[in-house]
């Protein structure tokens, strides 16, 4: 099952739901594209839903995943595959001047 793995200022936003540690950065979750391991993540981690997705399910502007180091080119489908061995990571986008 793959890995999610989640930045300091992601990390910030994880509330658990019951039986999940949330001093944990990572966690491993079942899915095969991009966006059944993000449901799969939020199940654990509800509160990180309204960081990471928008209402329409795509990623916020201001977050980056990455599956085994290659960002994640579709942010609003998300239907990239993720092979059971990856690592998802997930992290803030910085923006500006």
Known sequence: MP????????ARWLTAAPGNN????SCTVSGTTVREVLDALFVAYPTLRSYVVDERGALRHHVVAFVDNVAVADKARL???VPADAEVYLCQALSGG
């Open 3 to 10: 890995t999610v793995v989640v930045a300091p200022a992601v």
């Open 22 to 25: 949330v001093g944990e950065r």
């Open 79 to 81: 239907a990239e595959p």
